[in-house]
């Protein structure tokens, strides 16, 4: 039972375009929602964070959108530059915490110069 | 600084075997938890503390073991490995945020290979 989906395992984007990466969620009691970045033989890196009080949360060229009663979530990167390239991982929290995260199968963005 | 980090990059094990994956962080954080990642999945918690002296299960718990002595410390330890255990392990800290805009840090990884 996958409680975090993103369903699209790949993304290509040409440089200087908006990416879009989409998560969507089924559990009602996630109230923390993050996204985190991966390189190749790497750990995962934080990358910007919504709570469910919120609808968006931006960050230099990172918005993060939220749609509580979809229970969707997405991610826009604006321009997109090549070091953009990486997997990206949705996770949820159910307590405004870090300690239990739920993530999502990730989605590998590619853009194209 | 250090951040989080993991110990050791690589294993190779026997079925059968057991080992502990070592994990220490220098930020003070009161959060560590331990996932795994397998191909074509999504991070899975293994088992995760809140503070030192207190562990709790994730949701892949099985045939591993935790403890939390210290703060700084949070090994994770195997007890009979078998090959559905290879896997790339990860290590986070993190602190208690509230509202905030908070993270979890992650180590660089465990490859470990069961065989």
């Known amino acids: 039972d996958q409680q975090v989906k993103q369903n699209s395992p790949s993304l290509s984007v040409q440089e200087g375009r908006i990416s879009i990466l989409n998560c969507d969620y089924t559990n009602s009691m996630f109230d923390y929602f993050l996204w985190y970045k991966k390189y190749p033989a790497e750990g995962p890196t934080f990358l910007i964070s919504?709570?469910?009080?919120?609808d968006k949360n931006e960050d230099g060229r990172f918005t993060v959108f939220l749609n509580k009663s979809a229970k969707h979530l997405s991610l826009h990167i604006v321009p997109s530059q090549p070091g953009d390239s990486a997997v990206y991982f949705c996770?949820?929290?159910?307590?405004?915490?870090?300690?239990?995260?739920?993530f999502g199968t990730g989605t590998r963005l590619t853009i194209i110069p | 600084n250090a951040g989080v980090t993991q110990t050791p990059k690589f294993q190779v094990l026997k079925t059968g075997q057991s080992m502990t994956l070592q994990c220490a962080q220098d930020?003070?954080?009161?959060?560590m938890s331990w996932y795994r990642q397998d191909p074509g999945m999504g991070l899975r918690l293994i088992h995760y503390s809140v503070g030192a002296g207190i562990t709790d299960q994730g949701e892949v718990p099985n045939g591993y073991n935790v403890s939390r002595s210290t703060t700084e410390d949070f090994p994770l330890r195997l007890l009979s490995a078998a090959p559905s255990q290879t896997s790339v392990y990860f290590c986070?800290?993190?602190?208690?945020?509230?509202?905030?805009?908070?993270?979890?840090?992650f180590g660089q990884g465990t490859r470990l290979t069961v065989v």
């Open positions: 919504i709570s469910s009080i919120k």
């Open positions: 986070a800290s993190s602190s208690f945020s509230g509202l905030n805009n908070a993270e979890a840090f």
């Open positions: 996770a949820a929290s159910p307590n405004f915490g870090n300690e239990k995260l739920t």
């Open positions: 930020m003070n954080h009161e959060y």
